[in-house]
C-alpha cells in the first residue's frame, strides 16, 4: 500500500498549499489523535454535519485502508449515508495564535478531511472487529476486557465504513505572520498552547466496583495527564 496520499480535485488544497503534507502516516496519526470526527452527508436534499465517534483500519478492506463511524439504527443520518459520498473531517488545534493585528489571528492545527463513499457493514466478523477498534480508540486495549455484544446490542448498533482513498491532511504551526511595520509597534503577541488533559478518575461504585483503576485506563490517563482517582 503506498505510504504518500494521492491529490484528487477534491483534496487538492488551493490556499496555503505549503501547510498540506501527502504523508499517509500524518493522516493516520491524526485520525487516531482525534476523539471525534465529523461527517458531512446530504439527507433528504439538505446538507447535515453531526459528530461521531470512530476508529481507523490501515488495513481494512477499503481503498487505502478503512474509516469506521458507528451509532444507533434509529439515527437517521447513518443509515442514509450508505451508497452516498460522505466527507469526514478531524481538527486538532494545537495553538491560539495572538498577533499584533486583527488580520493575522490564527490557531496552529492539524486537520484531515477524508471523502468517500459509505457502505454498511454487514459482515459479523468485520462488524465485531469494527466495533472493537471503536472502543479501543477511546481506551486503547479496553475492548479485551469485556463481554461479547449481546444480539440485543448489535440490532441497535449501525456500522459504516469510509476508503481512506480520498483524504488530505492540512497543518499551520509557528508564530504571528506579522508585517514589518506592524511589529515595530510593539503590541505583544505570542502562542498559547492548548491540550487535552483529563481530570481526576470517578469511579463508578454500583455494583461494588473496587476503586482501583484498571491499567488500561491508566495508560489512557497518562496520555491526557491524569490522575487515578478524586481526592
Not at 149 to 175: C, F, Q
Not at 211 to 217: F, I
Request: aromatic content about 4%.
Amino acid at each position: 500500500m503506498s505510504q504518500t496520499l494521492s491529490s484528487t480535485p477534491r483534496t487538492h488544497l488551493t490556499r496555503h498549499r505549503e501547510r498540506g503534507s501527502d504523508e499517509r502516516a500524518e493522516l493516520l496519526a491524526i485520525i487516531r489523535e482525534a476523539l471525534v470526527c465529523h461527517v458531512g452527508i446530504v439527507r433528504s436534499g439538505e446538507p447535515v454535519v453531526l459528530p461521531a465517534i470512530h476508529a481507523v483500519d490501515p488495513d481494512g478492506p477499503d481503498e487505502g485502508g478503512t474509516l469506521y463511524l458507528h451509532g444507533s439504527v434509529a439515527a437517521p443520518w447513518l443509515m442514509q449515508a450508505p451508497g452516498q459520498t460522505v466527507c469526514a473531517t478531524f481538527t486538532l488545534i494545537d495553538a491560539v495564535v495572538v498577533a499584533r493585528v486583527a488580520f493575522s489571528h490564527s490557531m496552529n492545527y492539524r486537520s484531515a478531511v477524508v471523502y468517500g463513499a459509505a457502505r454498511r457493514v454487514d459482515d459479523p466478523v468485520e462488524r465485531d472487529r469494527a466495533l472493537r477498534l471503536i472502543v479501543d480508540h477511546i481506551v486503547p486495549g479496553r475492548s479485551a476486557t469485556l463481554r461479547t455484544n449481546t444480539r440485543k446490542e448489535l440490532a441497535a448498533t449501525a456500522v459504516v465504513a469510509i476508503p481512506l482513498g480520498d483524504a488530505s491532511v492540512k497543518a499551520r504551526v509557528g508564530g504571528p505572520k506579522d508585517e514589518p511595520e506592524d511589529v515595530a509597534t510593539g503590541t505583544w503577541a505570542g502562542v498559547v498552547p492548548l491540550t487535552v488533559r483529563a481530570g481526576a478518575v470517578e469511579p463508578d461504585h454500583d455494583g461494588g466496583v473496587p476503586d482501583a483503576v484498571p491499567d488500561d485506563v491508566l495508560r489512557r490517563l497518562a496520555d491526557w495527564g491524569g490522575t487515578p482517582a478524586a481526592g
